[in-house]
């Protein structure tokens, strides 16, 4: 198998209106990124995935594109964004762009043309009914909104500031190829695709994600943009199976390098429920079900897997999994060290390296984010209580991902100088750190540094087979077996002791949060210890 720097890369993704503040409106921007390059460096990350920063009127922060050419004024200047793109490259951190192809905002000139002009090419980018069906929105709602001036609904699966494109119309297809094509020209490590399971959909068939020409349009991109150069490609792919993202990511499929799975992100909520039904209590047999189906059907040779707990679209992992209190710092560890060590592109989010958590959210006018927002709305309609709402929102809604980069304990966290920011900086920042991080030897900083080292030095994590070992419950443990060589990666997933009798002898420590001689002598793990050592 020809192999890529993907694949011995960890990838940091920056929410950029959350991350440096550097010209102080209270949001951040591209300079602030620039400024914090040493410290990511430092950290020794691959690749930024970039949210957008696009031309947008931030009706869903940027995921609402009016001009793909052009950055939003809120984040500066496209001088900027090359500066960016040539600091990080002289650090040797490639910049993944985030390609919003699904949709555009409802202000790009393709859409006020199709709206204002009936006759006009542009009408056909987007997708117009005489009369809706009973397609919802993810974001709450009908899928269609009527448009009185030429008496019929477009199509948006998102907000309705997002129309959908219409990936029929060949035309449009190349106009979206050139796009990338311009931004691979300036020297970009590739894209993170925002839902593109979707670009195939049938609604008259009510087919949203994974629709008939779905792969037929991947192939299509690839080969008139990223085919020609060695980028990364990742998928956000919500419904996808092993089966769907082997297709993706097969080496010779001329697809993508890999997509996102999110099947252990549906533990994160009550079966078959929406996510609002949060469920605190993280199901270790159903956790480690999946990810070994996952690390086995996904395996070498057959297609890549992408490992992350975290995006901005997702809850601070140790508010829901980990422990916010006493083990803090080691559960964030156990976390970093059972999903690193397997099979696939690690993926950090802002903040996951210093053990950011949930932002204790009291009342609905804190909120920011249109998801939680209609979805407030919504559940008020239908009878439930501010109390529920607000209980669900603050365990899951997006915005807990969205509070602003703690860099240090001064105003804001370091994050800016402005007296507001867009959201409120977590109040326990003066301890959640990135400047105290750094201080500490021992902080949850250089644990992850040390993952993204093994990451680029060890070509076992590559390579090597994965086997799930039985053992307790709440005990996270595989195996990554090559012909001479073999590594046990144990990681107990509780705040109680467990029971562990895998092994007596090893031969080297790799990584440990723990004192691991204990557990072997003992037959214990104590809560939330994480390591690997070689058996052999
Ligand atoms: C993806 C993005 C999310 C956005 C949505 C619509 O799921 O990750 O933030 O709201 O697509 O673009």
Redesign the pocket.
């Known amino acids: 198998m020809q192999k890529h720097w993907w694949h011995k890369a960890t990838i940091y993704q920056i929410y950029p209106k959350s991350f440096m503040d550097a010209n102080g409106d209270g949001l951040g921007d591209l300079k602030g990124i620039t400024s914090k390059l040493d410290y990511l460096q430092k950290l020794g990350i691959t690749a930024i995935w970039l949210?957008p920063v696009y031309q947008s009127p931030m009706d869903?922060?940027g995921?609402?594109i009016s001009d793909y050419q052009a950055i939003a004024d809120i984040f500066g200047s496209m001088a900027d964004m090359d500066e960016l793109l040539k600091e990080a490259n002289s650090r040797g951190i490639k910049i993944i762009m985030d390609l919003?192809v699904?949709?555009t905002s409802d202000e790009h000139a393709w859409f006020i043309e199709a709206r204002s002009n009936p006759e006009s090419p542009e009408r056909d980018y987007y997708i117009w009914r005489d009369q809706p069906n009973d397609l919802l929105s993810?974001?709450g709602g009908s899928a269609w909104e009527y448009d009185q001036a030429s008496n019929q609904y477009y199509l948006h699966?998102?907000s309705k500031k997002?129309p959908d494109l219409n990936w029929e119309n060949a035309e449009l297809r190349q106009k979206i190829y050139d796009m990338m094509n311009f931004w691979i020209a300036k020297g970009i490590g590739g894209f993170r695709m925002?839902?593109i399971d979707m670009i195939g959909k049938i609604p008259d068939q009510k087919i949203s994600s994974n629709g008939p020409k779905l792969h037929d349009y991947i192939k299509e991109m690839n080969q008139a943009t990223f085919g020609q150069h060695d980028l990364l490609t990742v998928g956000?792919t919500?419904g996808a199976t092993p089966e769907i993202a082997k297709r993706y990511s097969e080496p010779d499929g001329q697809e993508l390098s890999m997509v996102f799975q999110f099947e252990h992100v549906s533990l994160q909520h009550k079966p078959n429920a929406p996510k609002w039904d949060y469920e605190k209590e993280l199901d270790v047999p159903e956790l480690k079900n999946i990810f070994a189906k996952w690390q086995t059907e996904l395996a070498l040779g057959q297609g890549w897997n992408s490992l992350f707990w975290n995006?901005?679209?997702l809850p601070r992992v140790l508010s829901i999994w980990g422990n916010t209190g006493t083990y803090r710092q080691k559960s964030a560890k156990a976390l970093a060290i059972l999903l690193h060590l397997m099979r696939g592109t690690p993926y950090i989010y802002q903040g996951e390296e210093i053990g950011m958590v949930n932002y204790p959210f009291k009342d609905l006018s804190e909120i920011n984010d249109?998801?939680s927002l209609n979805y407030a709305q919504e559940a008020l309609e239908n009878g439930k209580t501010k109390e529920q709402i607000m209980d669900s929102i603050c365990m899951i809604g997006?915005d807990n991902a969205r509070t602003p980069m703690q860099w240090d304990r001064t105003k804001q966290a370091g994050f800016s100088v402005s007296d507001q920011t867009w959201l409120p900086v977590n109040p326990n920042y003066k301890d959640v750190n990135a400047a105290a991080a750094l201080a500490d030897p021992d902080s949850i900083f250089y644990t992850y540094q040390k993952l993204v080292g093994l990451r680029k030095e060890c070509d076992w994590l590559i390579d090597a087979d994965f086997e799930l070992l039985e053992t307790a419950d709440k005990v996270f443990a595989y195996k990554r077996s090559l012909p001479d060589e073999s590594y046990l990666i144990a990681v107990n997933l509780s705040d109680e002791e467990q029971d562990f009798e895998l092994t007596d002898s090893y031969k080297e420590t790799i990584i440990s949060n723990t004192d691991e001689n204990q557990a072997f002598a003992n037959h214990k793990l104590q809560p939330w210890d994480a390591f690997c050592v070689r058996l052999n």
């Open positions: 949210s869903d922060n995921y609402d919003v699904n949709h993810i974001f699966f998102f997002q925002d839902v956000e919500w995006n901005h679209d249109i998801e997006r």
